[in-house]
């Protein structure tokens, strides 16, 4: 009777075990890249209805290419400043209740810039040369700018949670600016100086070669 006992609740223990390993929550990481390329869906919606969405410097975030002759410090400056105004948004809304909306505003119009930039070049473009421009001067700085996004969303919305928390149920008061915090703040705006380094190189170089052919 043990023995068998012993046996049902083994086999019963490891069906809860495995339910639990398929019913764990998602990798938020992989939801936030989710949200952004459904931005990027909707970027490119709006472009090829409305094209006249790709003059503004406000949804393209920098991203679109252009065939203007530009300074070293004229391409470094579009690509990093739209960037830091993100984070700046993004770490703002962290230390305030009730900010996941407005971090996921930002990240999802980050998702929409880059919809936009691809969907003009290939509507400038034939389709063989808009593959490869948008793959070497948009998707590699478009992706990894949105991967440093969605980290720093990722830590603004659990911060904002625990002020939300605080604010409707008086519990603990959040500490907005401890050491993981500052130290993960720190990493996304060296991460960001990075990406807008590569991309500030691959333009200087390839972008009057590859627009010009």
């Known amino acids: 009777m043990k023995l068998t006992t012993g046996i049902l609740y083994r086999t019963v223990s490891a069906r809860t075990g495995s339910l639990r390993t398929a019913l764990k929550p998602p990798d938020p990481i992989r939801l936030l890249l989710a949200w952004t390329v459904a931005g990027a869906l909707l970027g490119a919606v709006l472009c090829r209805r409305m094209p006249q969405l790709a003059d503004s410097p406000l949804l393209t975030q920098g991203l679109a290419v252009s065939a203007e002759t530009r300074s070293l410090w004229t391409v470094c400056k579009t690509a990093l400043c739209p960037m830091l105004l993100l984070l700046g948004g993004i770490w703002a809304s962290g230390c305030a209740a009730f900010g996941q909306l407005l971090s996921a505003g930002l990240l999802l119009s980050r998702g929409i810039a880059f919809g936009i930039s691809a969907a003009v070049c290939f509507m400038r473009f034939p389709m063989r040369d808009a593959a490869v421009i948008a793959a070497v001067l948009i998707l590699p700085y478009g992706f990894f700018s949105a991967l440093v996004l969605c980290y720093a969303v990722r830590d603004a919305m659990r911060m904002s949670g625990r002020m939300t928390g605080c604010l409707l149920h008086g519990t603990a008061e959040a500490?907005?600016?401890?050491?993981?915090?500052?130290?993960?703040?720190?990493?996304?705006?060296?991460?960001?100086?990075?990406?807008?380094?590569?991309?500030?190189?691959?333009?200087?170089?390839?972008?009057?070669?590859?627009?010009?052919?």
């Open 175 to 213: 500490e907005v600016c401890g050491t993981d915090r500052l130290s993960n703040m720190l990493c996304c705006l060296l991460l960001t100086l990075a990406a807008a380094g590569m991309q500030t190189m691959l333009l200087w170089l390839l972008n009057d070669p590859m627009l010009a052919a």
